[in-house]
Protein backbone atom coordinates (compact mmCIF):
# COMPACT_ATOMS: atom_id res chain seq x y z
CA UNK A 1 0.00 0.00 0.00
CA UNK A 2 2.13 2.83 -1.37
CA UNK A 3 1.72 6.83 -0.47
CA UNK A 4 1.69 9.78 -2.65
CA UNK A 5 1.30 13.33 -2.49
CA UNK A 6 -2.80 14.10 -2.67
CA UNK A 7 -3.39 15.95 -6.14
CA UNK A 8 -4.86 18.67 -5.12
CA UNK A 9 -2.92 19.93 -1.80
CA UNK A 10 0.65 19.17 -1.88
CA UNK A 11 1.04 18.91 1.83
CA UNK A 12 -1.75 15.99 2.13
CA UNK A 13 -0.51 12.54 1.90
CA UNK A 14 -2.88 10.30 0.21
CA UNK A 15 -2.94 6.16 1.34
CA UNK A 16 -4.87 4.11 -1.07
CA UNK A 17 -6.17 1.18 0.98
CA UNK A 18 -7.59 -1.42 -2.00
CA UNK A 19 -9.14 -4.55 -1.96
CA UNK A 20 -9.90 -6.30 1.18
CA UNK A 21 -8.51 -4.61 4.41
CA UNK A 22 -8.67 -7.83 6.63
CA UNK A 23 -6.73 -8.89 9.44
CA UNK A 24 -4.23 -10.64 6.70
CA UNK A 25 -3.81 -7.21 5.10
CA UNK A 26 -4.04 -4.88 7.65
CA UNK A 27 -0.19 -4.93 8.47
CA UNK A 28 0.73 -3.50 5.08
CA UNK A 29 -1.95 -0.07 5.94
CA UNK A 30 -0.12 -0.01 8.96
CA UNK A 31 3.16 -0.29 8.04
CA UNK A 32 1.63 2.54 5.16
CA UNK A 33 0.48 4.64 7.92
CA UNK A 34 3.46 4.42 10.38
CA UNK A 35 5.93 5.22 7.64
CA UNK A 36 4.22 8.40 6.72
CA UNK A 37 3.75 9.45 10.56
CA UNK A 38 7.67 8.92 10.63
CA UNK A 39 8.27 11.04 7.97
CA UNK A 40 6.03 13.91 9.76
CA UNK A 41 2.88 13.21 7.09
CA UNK A 42 0.48 14.58 9.43
CA UNK A 43 -1.96 15.28 6.86
CA UNK A 44 -3.47 11.54 6.11
CA UNK A 45 -6.35 11.22 3.56
CA UNK A 46 -7.46 7.33 3.55
CA UNK A 47 -8.89 6.77 -0.29
CA UNK A 48 -11.01 4.04 0.24
CA UNK A 49 -12.36 4.05 -3.38
CA UNK A 50 -10.72 0.06 -4.26
CA UNK A 51 -11.64 -1.11 -0.94
CA UNK A 52 -14.34 -3.89 -1.27
CA UNK A 53 -13.75 -4.68 3.03
CA UNK A 54 -12.66 -3.14 6.23
CA UNK A 55 -12.23 -5.13 8.98
CA UNK A 56 -12.42 -4.27 13.00
CA UNK A 57 -8.48 -5.29 12.73
CA UNK A 58 -7.72 -2.63 9.75
CA UNK A 59 -9.91 0.32 11.26
CA UNK A 60 -8.19 0.05 14.72
CA UNK A 61 -5.27 0.44 12.81
CA UNK A 62 -6.84 3.67 11.05
CA UNK A 63 -8.17 4.93 14.64
CA UNK A 64 -4.78 4.71 16.58
CA UNK A 65 -2.98 6.75 13.26
CA UNK A 66 -6.11 9.09 13.31
CA UNK A 67 -5.06 9.37 17.27
CA UNK A 68 -0.97 9.92 16.17
CA UNK A 69 -1.61 12.58 13.51
CA UNK A 70 -4.25 14.69 15.66
CA UNK A 71 -1.79 15.06 18.12
CA UNK A 72 0.83 16.77 15.94
CA UNK A 73 -1.86 18.99 14.66
CA UNK A 74 -2.88 17.11 11.79
CA UNK A 75 -5.66 14.42 10.98
CA UNK A 76 -6.68 11.19 9.51
CA UNK A 77 -10.10 11.42 7.02
CA UNK A 78 -11.74 9.51 4.33
CA UNK A 79 -12.36 9.57 1.12
CA UNK A 80 -14.52 7.56 -1.83
CA UNK A 81 -15.94 5.35 0.97
CA UNK A 82 -17.56 2.20 -0.91
CA UNK A 83 -21.33 1.22 0.57
CA UNK A 84 -20.32 -1.72 2.00
CA UNK A 85 -17.63 0.17 3.89
CA UNK A 86 -19.50 3.02 5.02
CA UNK A 87 -22.18 1.23 6.39
CA UNK A 88 -19.84 -0.65 8.86
CA UNK A 89 -18.49 2.85 10.17
CA UNK A 90 -22.25 3.49 10.28
CA UNK A 91 -23.03 0.55 12.34
CA UNK A 92 -19.89 1.25 14.97
CA UNK A 93 -20.76 4.37 15.19
CA UNK A 94 -17.16 5.62 13.71
CA UNK A 95 -18.71 8.02 11.43
CA UNK A 96 -18.64 10.13 14.39
CA UNK A 97 -15.05 9.70 14.34
CA UNK A 98 -13.51 9.40 11.26
CA UNK A 99 -14.67 12.41 8.89
CA UNK A 100 -15.81 11.34 5.07
CA UNK A 101 -15.96 12.95 2.57
CA UNK A 102 -17.37 12.42 -1.34
CA UNK A 103 -14.11 12.98 -3.40
CA UNK A 104 -10.21 13.44 -2.70
CA UNK A 105 -10.53 16.61 -3.60
CA UNK A 106 -12.55 17.91 -1.36
CA UNK A 107 -11.15 15.91 1.39
CA UNK A 108 -8.02 17.29 0.67
CA UNK A 109 -9.00 20.72 1.15
CA UNK A 110 -10.74 20.02 4.47
CA UNK A 111 -7.35 18.24 5.51
CA UNK A 112 -5.81 21.53 4.63
CA UNK A 113 -8.51 24.32 6.23
CA UNK A 114 -8.50 21.91 9.07
CA UNK A 115 -4.80 21.36 9.50
CA UNK B 1 -28.86 -25.22 -0.91
CA UNK B 2 -27.96 -28.31 1.26
CA UNK B 3 -28.65 -28.68 4.54
CA UNK B 4 -25.85 -27.93 6.00
CA UNK B 5 -22.30 -27.19 4.37
CA UNK B 6 -19.09 -27.64 6.31
CA UNK B 7 -15.83 -26.32 5.71
CA UNK B 8 -12.22 -27.53 7.81
CA UNK B 9 -8.98 -24.71 7.28
CA UNK B 10 -5.88 -24.16 8.94
CA UNK B 11 -6.00 -21.23 11.73
CA UNK B 12 -4.40 -19.09 9.94
CA UNK B 13 -4.64 -15.59 8.89
CA UNK B 14 -4.57 -16.14 4.98
CA UNK B 15 -7.41 -18.51 5.30
CA UNK B 16 -9.84 -15.93 5.95
CA UNK B 17 -10.18 -15.42 1.78
CA UNK B 18 -11.29 -18.75 1.87
CA UNK B 19 -13.57 -18.33 4.57
CA UNK B 20 -15.27 -15.63 3.38
CA UNK B 21 -15.78 -17.49 -0.35
CA UNK B 22 -17.33 -20.16 1.77
CA UNK B 23 -19.72 -18.13 3.62
CA UNK B 24 -20.69 -16.03 0.89
CA UNK B 25 -21.46 -18.74 -1.48
CA UNK B 26 -23.66 -20.68 1.62
CA UNK B 27 -25.39 -17.88 2.51
CA UNK B 28 -26.74 -17.18 -1.62
CA UNK B 29 -27.04 -20.70 -1.46
CA UNK B 30 -29.79 -20.40 1.22
CA UNK B 31 -31.50 -17.12 -0.05
CA UNK B 32 -29.83 -14.30 1.84
CA UNK B 33 -29.66 -11.24 0.00
CA UNK B 34 -26.54 -8.96 -0.52
CA UNK B 35 -26.48 -6.87 2.44
CA UNK B 36 -27.10 -10.07 4.93
CA UNK B 37 -24.84 -12.40 2.96
CA UNK B 38 -22.21 -9.05 3.81
CA UNK B 39 -23.02 -9.10 7.15
CA UNK B 40 -22.49 -12.43 7.75
CA UNK B 41 -19.47 -12.92 5.94
CA UNK B 42 -17.62 -9.78 8.21
CA UNK B 43 -19.17 -11.54 11.41
CA UNK B 44 -17.62 -14.53 10.41
CA UNK B 45 -14.36 -12.53 9.44
CA UNK B 46 -14.15 -11.34 13.05
CA UNK B 47 -15.26 -14.54 15.04
CA UNK B 48 -12.29 -16.52 12.86
CA UNK B 49 -9.81 -13.60 13.18
CA UNK B 50 -10.57 -13.57 16.72
CA UNK B 51 -10.24 -17.53 16.90
CA UNK B 52 -6.57 -16.96 14.75
CA UNK B 53 -4.95 -13.88 16.99
CA UNK B 54 -6.33 -15.24 20.84
CA UNK B 55 -7.45 -18.83 20.70
CA UNK B 56 -4.82 -20.10 18.80
CA UNK B 57 -2.31 -16.71 19.30
CA UNK B 58 -0.90 -16.27 15.71
CA UNK B 59 0.28 -20.50 16.79
CA UNK B 60 -0.01 -22.28 13.41
CA UNK B 61 -1.04 -26.01 13.69
CA UNK B 62 -4.89 -25.28 15.11
CA UNK B 63 -8.25 -25.76 12.82
CA UNK B 64 -10.84 -23.90 12.27
CA UNK B 65 -14.17 -25.57 11.65
CA UNK B 66 -17.13 -24.05 9.87
CA UNK B 67 -20.37 -24.94 9.40
CA UNK B 68 -23.50 -23.23 7.53
CA UNK B 69 -27.32 -24.03 7.82
CA UNK B 70 -30.38 -23.36 6.69
CA UNK B 71 -33.54 -23.63 9.06
CA UNK B 72 -37.18 -22.19 7.71
CA UNK B 73 -36.52 -18.36 9.00
CA UNK B 74 -32.97 -18.31 9.93
CA UNK B 75 -29.23 -19.15 8.40
CA UNK B 76 -26.66 -20.72 11.10
CA UNK B 77 -22.99 -20.42 11.27
CA UNK B 78 -20.89 -22.20 14.16
CA UNK B 79 -17.49 -21.77 14.03
CA UNK B 80 -15.18 -24.04 16.23
CA UNK B 81 -11.66 -24.90 17.44
CA UNK B 82 -9.87 -26.36 20.01
CA UNK B 83 -7.29 -23.03 20.83
CA UNK B 84 -7.62 -21.35 24.73
CA UNK B 85 -11.07 -20.69 25.97
CA UNK B 86 -12.39 -18.00 25.21
CA UNK B 87 -14.64 -15.28 27.38
CA UNK B 88 -16.80 -12.81 25.70
CA UNK B 89 -17.40 -11.59 29.46
CA UNK B 90 -13.69 -10.90 29.26
CA UNK B 91 -13.69 -8.22 26.72
CA UNK B 92 -15.03 -4.98 27.37
CA UNK B 93 -17.13 -3.24 25.09
CA UNK B 94 -15.72 -0.98 22.60
CA UNK B 95 -15.79 2.83 23.89
CA UNK B 96 -17.74 5.09 21.34
CA UNK B 97 -19.01 7.65 23.83
CA UNK B 98 -17.97 11.09 22.79
CA UNK B 99 -14.98 11.69 24.84
CA UNK B 100 -12.33 11.39 21.43
CA UNK B 101 -9.72 11.26 23.59
CA UNK B 102 -10.76 8.32 25.55
CA UNK B 103 -12.21 6.20 23.33
CA UNK B 104 -11.05 2.64 23.33
CA UNK B 105 -11.13 0.22 19.79
CA UNK B 106 -10.27 -3.38 21.97
CA UNK B 107 -13.69 -5.42 21.02
CA UNK B 108 -14.64 -3.97 18.01
CA UNK B 109 -14.42 -7.52 16.51
CA UNK B 110 -16.81 -8.82 19.17
CA UNK B 111 -19.24 -5.76 19.04
CA UNK B 112 -19.25 -5.96 14.79
CA UNK B 113 -20.17 -9.45 15.46
CA UNK B 114 -23.37 -8.55 17.93
CA UNK B 115 -24.34 -5.72 15.68
CA UNK B 116 -24.21 -7.18 12.41
CA UNK B 117 -26.06 -11.11 13.56
CA UNK B 118 -29.40 -11.34 15.51
CA UNK B 119 -27.83 -14.35 18.01
CA UNK B 120 -24.36 -15.01 19.30
CA UNK B 121 -23.56 -17.56 21.26
CA UNK B 122 -20.30 -18.67 22.62
CA UNK B 123 -19.54 -22.02 24.40
CA UNK B 124 -16.75 -24.10 25.52
CA UNK B 125 -16.19 -27.26 25.72
CA UNK B 126 -12.80 -29.82 27.25
CA UNK B 127 -13.71 -32.10 24.42
CA UNK B 128 -14.89 -29.45 21.35
CA UNK B 129 -13.16 -26.62 22.27
CA UNK B 130 -14.45 -22.73 21.66
CA UNK B 131 -17.61 -22.76 19.68
CA UNK B 132 -19.44 -19.63 18.40
CA UNK B 133 -23.12 -19.60 17.07
CA UNK B 134 -24.36 -16.97 15.18
CA UNK B 135 -27.79 -16.82 13.79
CA UNK B 136 -28.71 -14.49 11.12
CA UNK B 137 -32.79 -14.61 10.49
CA UNK B 138 -34.16 -14.33 7.21
CA UNK B 139 -37.43 -14.63 5.12
CA UNK B 140 -38.96 -17.76 4.39
CA UNK B 141 -37.38 -20.15 1.86
CA UNK B 142 -38.07 -19.35 -1.57
CA UNK B 143 -40.62 -21.88 -3.56
CA UNK B 144 -38.24 -23.35 -5.90
CA UNK B 145 -36.31 -24.63 -2.93
CA UNK B 146 -39.19 -26.13 -1.45
Redesign the interface.
Known amino acids: MNGRVSSFQPSVWVIEASGRIDAMHTPALEAALQEALAQGKYRLLIHLGQARYLSSNGLKALFIARQNARSHGGNLVLCCTPPRVREILEITGLTQIFATYESEKEASKALTVAG | MPDKSCLTVPGR ?2 Q ?2 II ?1 EFIAQAARQAGLDERDV ?1 HV ?2 AV ?2 AC ?1 NV ?2 HAYQGIEGGEIILTCRRTDDTFIVTVRDHGRPFDPSAVPP ?1 D ?1 GTD ?2 A ?1 R ?2 G ?2 L ?2 MR ?2 MDEVHFEFDDKTGNTVTMVKRIGPRPQDDL
Do not use: A, C, H, K
Request: hydrophobic share 40%; no cysteine.
Open positions: LDLISFQTDETIQPLLNRVGLGYFRL
